[in-house]
């Protein structure tokens, strides 16, 4: 409940700020030294926030569905997609953060190129996505496989710490015991890295729907929220409001993977805080 107070609080505030810079800032932007730094508070670069909300229950064309339908259906869509690479990137991840907490070699060689691979942008990696998987795969497989592509790297640094912060005496204990690496990993490591895989969990799960968004942009596949701003962004000048409520659904679709991930941290974590109080 305290969690779900602090959402709201922020979003109360974000508001605030949005509504109250419109009311104060210049329609021209905020200019300093010959820079633009503040957005331009008119109504077409800053509608006001009713005016959005107004905009999601008109019709999207004359006689057509209300907006939010639309827009639902849209990140119901790119949710499907979200989860495929989410839950595909998460795999990825921990198989690498197991083997490279496992071989040190693997570790040194690899972990450069996990991290390396970030840095690539993902405007020009999709369309080279698209190119090599578009002919055996369908179109949302292909976002899917983007999607991935940014939810493995929280996962697989986030693991990786995790399965290393075991103190030495507890590995001590364990060597003790005559238990062996496969023993360890279960008793030892995957427990104590669950504070750390959640945190990279929720991190993923946000990067994939940016991934997934980014895709659809990218490769034109339709159905998807992605697509949805691409399409409503051409009315940008005569239905600025229209724009933001397909931003706003993309928002919204971030914090529910993030929400959902959140979810199942609940009982795992509560279980392992019972095991730490019972063991003291």
Same mark, same amino acid.
């Given at each position: /409940? ?17 509504? =109250?810079?419109?009311? %104060? ?11 633009? %730094? ?6 077409? $670069?800053?509608? *006001?926030?009713?005016? &959005? ?29 979200? @989860?495929?690479?989410?839950?595909? =990137?998460?795999?990825?991840?921990? #198989?690498?953060? %197991?083997? /490279?907490e496992r071989f040190r070699i693997v570790e040194r060689g ?6 390396? $691979? ?18 055996? /795969? ?6 899917? &496989? ?8 929280? %996962? @697989?640094?986030? /693991?990786? +710490? ?6 030495? $005496? ?7 015991? @005559? ?22 969990? +929720? #991190? ?17 596949? +339709?159905? =998807? ?7 409503? $962004? ?13 931003? #706003?659904?993309?928002?919204?679709? =971030? ?15 509560? *279980?392992?805080? *019972? ?6």
């Amino acid at each position: /409940m305290r969690k779900a107070l602090y959402a709201l609080l922020g979003l109360a505030v974000a508001a605030a700020l949005w509504e =109250g810079y419109k009311a %104060v800032g210049s329609p021209d932007g905020t200019v300093l030294f010959g820079v633009r %730094v503040l957005p331009r508070a008119d109504d077409l $670069s800053m509608p *006001h926030l009713w005016t &959005v909300a107004e905009r999601l229950g008109r019709p999207e064309i004359t006689g057509g569905r209300p907006v939010w339908i639309v827009v639902l259906n849209a990140c119901l869509f790119t949710l499907g997609i979200t @989860a495929a690479g989410f839950v595909i =990137g998460a795999l990825v991840g921990l #198989l690498l953060a %197991v083997a /490279m907490e496992r071989f040190r070699i693997v570790e040194r060689g690899l972990l450069p190129y996990v991290i390396l $691979s970030q840095t690539v942008p993902l405007v020009a990696l999709a369309p080279l996505v698209a190119g090599w998987g578009g002919t055996i /795969m369908p179109a949302w497989a292909v976002v899917s &496989v983007i999607a991935a592509y940014l939810a493995f790297f929280p %996962v @697989a640094v986030g /693991m990786l +710490r995790g399965l290393q912060s075991p103190p030495a $005496s507890g590995v001590e204990l364990m060597r003790s015991y @005559a238990a062996g690496w496969w023993r360890t990993l279960v008793k030892l490591r995957l427990p104590s890295a669950l504070p750390y895989l959640f945190p990279a969990l +929720r #991190l993923a799960g946000a990067a994939a729907v940016v991934g997934a968004v980014v895709g659809e942009i990218s490769t034109g596949t +339709r159905g =998807g929220v992605g697509r949805l701003i691409i399409e409503y $962004s051409r009315e940008a000048t005569s239905d600025p409001a229209k724009v933001y409520t397909a931003m #706003l659904g993309a928002a919204l679709l =971030g914090l529910v993977v993030a929400g959902l991930v959140s979810l199942l941290e609940l009982p795992l974590m509560r *279980h392992r805080r *019972h095991v730490e109080v019972v063991t003291l």
